[in-house]
């Protein structure tokens, strides 16, 4: 019953965030569903290692694997052989996360970047200009994620 509630209690959080994910799906309105329900959006689950990537690091530039602009705590690298870039990605732990903007994360990525140094189970989560930009996400680095597959986007992530 706690988990349910804590569930729902997601869910104004989640109208706070943005409505522009897969081209042909409502990854948003399966969300809520589940939360309603009480189980977790569908799609294949992977549990990743992650860690924090910023542009200014050395290897990092404006651009991700797919040639579209990264966009701060929205884009993803991932090993392709594992996760498909233009998935759409809903990793729990991120919800809730304040933003540099000041609005809530509603726990929505896009793996449209990879890495050489992500390989298997591991998620580089992209989060701006400059090592002061992983501050908010501090607590995400090095830890363990659930990422569950979501959907799929065309194009360029929005941004």
Known sequence: MRRRLAALAVIPLLALGSNAYAANSDPLGDLITSLVTGALPTGPVFNLKATLYHAGAKG???LDSLGC??????????DKTLIPRR???????????????????DGY???SDTGGAIKGSRI??????GSRSAAKAQDLNLARL?????GDFKG???G
């Open 60 to 62: 990092v530039g404006a």
């Open 69 to 78: 602009k990264v966009v701060a705590m929205r884009t993803v690298a991932v």
């Open 87 to 105: 998935s759409v990605l809903f990793i729990k732990e991120t919800v809730g996360m304040k933003l540099p903007d000041g609005s809530v994360h």
């Open 109 to 111: 990525w896009y793996a």
């Open 124 to 129: 580089d989560l992209y989060t701006g200009s």
């Open 146 to 150: 659930t990422a569950i597959k979501v």
């Open 156 to 158: 360029c992530p929005p």
